[in-house]
């Protein structure tokens, strides 16, 4: 059994300059002023059309994040309709072959210490829930059918894709307090890239 923590990775080749002067290109046909796009213009242009609320102009620009969580995270991830996913499954993926090391990974949870029995607890039941899937794969289940015991920490890889209005919605609501911590752990760190790469479009999100 393998534990590890929740990661994230910006997959899209991210250009900021290009994606600033796409978007101001898109923005100012909405009023006709094309003819005041400078080399400095468009910072200041989409800081303005954020700020007013005319977050539509920023759709015409999509990233790519691979997300390595668990799977009860997900559960949460793809309710978030205005985008696209490409997702491990567990009908195909034999976690009993030698491509997974014969053996089940999981999300370390952000709320717990090692030292904590919750925590102890949790190892527990995980190393209960392997021991069964690899008998039953040895008897001669399916993936598909052994699946039927994975628990929600079972690590799993998501791609998600999604224009910028839609990734300002998704970090508004998931970097929260009031959000899953560990659905937190993965959008705040979705945040620190996305403030770093993009801070006119995302530096406005305020996270508490």
């Known amino acids: 059994m393998k534990i590890v923590e929740a990661s994230v990775e ?42 007013s609320g005319h977050e539509s102009v920023i759709e015409h620009v999509s990233l790519t994040f691979k997300i390595i969580c668990d799977r009860g995270v997900t559960h949460e991830i793809v309710r978030h309709r205005l985008a696209s996913y490409s997702q491990s499954s567990t009908r195909y993926c034999n ?26 607890l949790w190892k527990e039941s995980l190393e209960v829930a392997e ?9 001669g289940a399916q993936p598909q059918q052994a699946r039927s015991i994975l628990p929600n920490s079972l690590k799993t890889e998501i791609f998600m894709t999604a224009n910028l209005r839609e990734w300002r919605h998704f970090l508004k609501l998931r970097c929260s307090k009031r959000a899953h911590p560990q659905m937190r752990e993965v959008a705040l760190k979705i945040y ?17």
């Open 10 to 51: 910006l997959i899209s080749e991210l250009d900021a300059e290009k994606i600033m002067k796409h978007i101001e290109l898109a923005g100012r046909v909405c009023y006709k002023s094309e003819s005041n796009i400078s080399d400095t213009s468009a910072e200041k242009f989409i800081a303005n059309i954020i700020k």
């Open 95 to 120: 976690y009993a072959s030698d491509k997974f090391g014969n053996e089940l990974t999981f999300i370390k949870p952000c709320f717990w210490n090692e030292d904590e029995e919750n925590y102890k």
């Open 131 to 139: 021991k069964n899937y690899l008998s039953m794969i040895k008897n």
């Open 192 to 208: 620190k890239i996305l403030v770093e790469k993009l801070p006119v479009i995302f530096s406005d999100i305020k996270v508490d």
